[in-house]
Nanobody, 122 residues
């Protein structure tokens, strides 16, 4: 399994931007499809975006499509989530995940990070 550490969360006003990073340990990062999930208080963890092993393929939840961009740098063992036009409903704990396949399912997650908090004020 790959070890994952998120960073970049914080407090931002609605309409603002944040960039999350997910640093992976080990030399197998490029072997994994990766994804971002989020969990708001009282709600289930939900899929946000995923990216293939090379970075050539991406897929987004409808709620973030056109506002968020997922990317990865395999040379740096790091994945990113650029979040623009943030809304209060984007407030959640954001997790990066190493996937067992190119999937959006929580059940396909091999490794979780500890999460980074994103809070969007209105």
């Amino acid at each position: 399994q790959v070890q994952l550490v998120e960073s970049g969360g914080g407090l931002v006003q609605a309409g603002g931007s944040l960039r999350l990073s997910c640093a992976a340990s080990g030399r197998t990062f490029s072997s994994y499809a990766m994804a971002w999930f989020r969990q708001a208080p009282g709600k289930e963890r939900e899929f946000v975006a995923r990216i293939g092993r090379s970075g050539a393929t991406t897929y987004y939840a409808d709620s973030v499509k056109g506002r968020f961009t997922i990317s990865r740098d395999n040379a740096k063992n790091t994945m990113y989530l650029q979040m623009n036009s943030l809304k209060p409903e984007d407030t959640a704990l954001y997790y990066c995940a190493g996937m067992s396949g190119y999937s959006s399912s929580v059940g396909a997650v091999n490794s979780w990070g500890q999460g980074t908090q994103v809070t969007v004020s209105s």
